[in-house]
């Protein structure tokens, strides 16, 4: 495949979304009102225009497959201020100590995503749960995991992430970067990320994290999400 086909495929989902300087994302819908999907080869020319200084785009990764909500992908997005390449470096080592490679990058402000990319689809709950209980392990914040919903109703699509390296970012952000903070060359990090995929049999067997570090003696409330088309469009 080539390089375009290679970092759509790693960031396949449900639908995709347009994103715009001031921080505000929506569905990209077709004429008739039905969005883009995150797949396929329509999907795969906006890829194309995304890297190569067009418009930069997001996907939604709740993705329906045989009557169950499926994702592609894993991330958690840290916007901690001064400590948020901290976790992410912590999340890293710890999830590679479990056989889990992820990626860091540098996103558009000030924070850091980190990514886990899939060999296949895994249920969005087992996702999740497992990338939650990942982050207790090393006390990095849970706010924005992803997928942040696992299943999805009525006509929404969730929450979208940004994707990285859109042509026109700003230098040094939007970039994967190793541990050391140096920008991995675009050629490197899809080498690395197609190659070192996780399979969803090593996301599954990280389920009992969540349980084990369920906080003690407290009822777990589930915060309300509001999902992105919810804020309306622009």
């Not at 390089?3 to 960031?11: I, N, P, T």
Request: glycine share 10%.
């Amino acid at each position: 495949m080539d390089a375009v086909a290679v970092f759509s495929e790693l960031h396949k989902g449900g639908a995709v979304a347009l994103c715009y300087a001031d921080g505000g994302v929506r569905p990209m819908l077709h004429p008739e009102g039905d969005p883009v999907p995150a797949a396929g080869g329509e999907y795969q020319a906006v890829v194309a225009g995304h890297l190569d200084d067009g418009e930069p785009i997001g996907v939604y990764p709740l993705r329906r497959d045989n009557g169950e909500w499926v994702v592609h992908w894993l991330a958690v997005d840290l916007d901690e201020g001064d400590d948020s390449f901290v976790h992410a470096c912590n999340l890293q080592a710890m999830l590679s100590k479990l056989g889990v490679v992820s990626f860091i990058e540098a996103s558009r402000s000030k924070g850091y995503h980190l990514w886990v990319y899939l060999t296949g689809p895994v249920s969005a709950t087992v996702g999740r749960r497992a990338m939650i209980g990942a982050c207790r392990l090393v006390d990095v914040p849970t706010r924005e995991v992803y997928p942040k919903q696992t299943e999805l109703h009525g006509k929404g699509f969730g929450n979208c992430l940004r994707l990285p390296f859109p042509g026109g970012r700003s230098e040094g952000r939007q970039c994967v970067v190793s541990a050391e903070h140096v920008e991995l060359p675009f050629a490197q990090y899809l080498s690395e990320a197609w190659g070192h995929r996780t399979h969803r049999t090593l996301i599954r067997q990280m389920l009992p994290l969540y349980d084990s570090t369920q906080p003690k003696n407290k009822v777990e409330l589930r915060r309300a999400e509001r999902s992105d088309e919810e804020f309306g469009w622009l």
